[in-house]
């Protein structure tokens, strides 16, 4: 079939600030909807997420990346006994967990000063 290769998303490509900018909101956003749902599979939130952002899945994890780190999330494998220390390892068939206690507020991620660019 001609034209099917135009109904197959593109990966977006970012310049360094749309990057840096997406993955900062997503990173204040994200954890905040999975302490409103409590559990949720990873594949669940991406799908969600597919029609509010040009982020595909590497971005989403890289913004999730300091919430798991600090365990202000978990993601743990489908067996629930795998633990994810970073965002960056998160495997598709995860389940993103909001821990018991939840903190009292998100760190937002760093952003790069002038002088690193």
Same mark, same amino acid.
């Given at each position: ?8 998303? =593109? ?19 994200? +954890?905040?909807?999975?302490?409103e749902v409590e559990r ?31 365990? =202000?999330?978990?993601?743990?494998g489908k067996d629930g006994?795998t633990r994810r220390r ?13 821990? +018991?206690?939840? +903190? ?14």
């Amino acid at each position: 079939m001609t034209g099917q290769h135009d109904l197959l998303l =593109d990966e977006h490509h970012f310049d360094d600030a749309t990057d840096d900018r997406v993955r900062g909101e997503l990173s204040e956003l994200l +954890p905040k909807q999975v302490y409103e749902v409590e559990r949720q599979p990873f594949l669940g939130l991406m799908s969600g997420l597919t029609n509010y952002t040009m982020a595909d899945e590497f971005r989403v994890k890289q913004a999730l990346d300091i919430a798991v780190a600090t365990g =202000d999330l978990l993601a743990v494998g489908k067996d629930g006994k795998t633990r994810r220390r970073k965002g960056t390892s998160i495997k598709s068939s995860d389940i993103l967990i909001a821990p +018991p206690q939840s +903190p009292i507020f998100f760190v937002p991620q760093l952003k790069k000063s002038s002088s690193e660019n």
